[in-house]
């Protein structure tokens, strides 16, 4: 089960994700507003191009997915 308006919360805070090229990192969202996220956790796999990068959210048992914009890498 994923809640109304999950997918646009993981977008609005894509600008903070950082992660480092071809590593997958654990994004826990205990701190979302949205009490019914605060089990989630998403999987960010970073693409060969630095604005894309393919999310795959983990929820009640369910697999997700979704694509988040402009995602920064660090060094």
Do not use: Q
């Not at 693409?47 to 929820?59: G, L, N, P, V």
């Amino acid at each position: 089960y994923v809640p109304v308006g999950f997918t646009k919360k993981i977008e609005e805070l894509a600008p903070s994700f950082k992660a480092s090229r071809g590593k997958v990192m654990e994004i826990d969202l205990y701190n979302v507003s949205d009490p019914s996220a605060e089990a989630c956790k998403v999987h960010i796999i970073p693409r060969k191009s630095k604005e894309t990068a393919d999310a795959y959210k983990i929820c009640g048992g369910w697999l997700k997915f979704c694509k988040i914009n402009k995602l920064k890498y660090g060094d």
